[in-house]
């Protein structure tokens, strides 16, 4: 069974980086395409980027766009999601989801069914 993990959340200052990690266990990344999300209390859950599973295709939404940057190591099964240029609109709960697909999905939450459990960026100075 597919279990998603992200890591790297934490505080940074306005202007700062960070790398979002999500990792595999239980089955291979590797041909899958992966979508970043995020969710800000009482929002709707928020495409950010998604990769397709080659790596060849990737999207951003347009509040990012410029700034993060989603690259993916199948070697090491795992999807990064490059943050520079923080803004304290950033600050929430990241999520990273699979359909276990290898196109990507858009930005539809419901399309996904595989989920980690978040992690946090508190982008604060």
């Known amino acids: 069974q597919l279990q998603l993990v992200e890591s790297g959340g934490g505080l940074v200052q306005p202007g700062g980086s960070l790398r979002l990690s999500c990792a595999a266990s239980?089955?291979?990344?590797?041909?899958?395409?992966i979508a970043w999300f995020r969710q800000a209390p009482g929002k709707e859950r928020e495409g950010v980027s998604c990769?397709?599973?080659?790596?060849?295709?990737?999207h951003y939404a347009d509040s990012v766009k410029g700034r993060f940057t989603i690259s993916r190591d199948n070697a090491k099964n795992t999807v990064y999601l490059h943050m520079n240029s923080l803004k304290p609109e950033d600050t929430t709960v990241y999520y990273c989801?699979?359909?276990?697909?290898?196109?990507?999905?858009?930005?539809?939450?419901?399309?996904?069914?595989?989920w980690g459990r978040g992690t946090r960026v508190t982008v604060s100075s």
């Open positions: 990769i397709s599973g080659s790596g060849g295709s990737t």
């Open positions: 239980g089955s291979t990344l590797r041909y899958y395409a």
């Open positions: 989801a699979t359909q276990k697909l290898a196109t990507v999905q858009g930005w539809f939450p419901v399309v996904y069914s595989y």
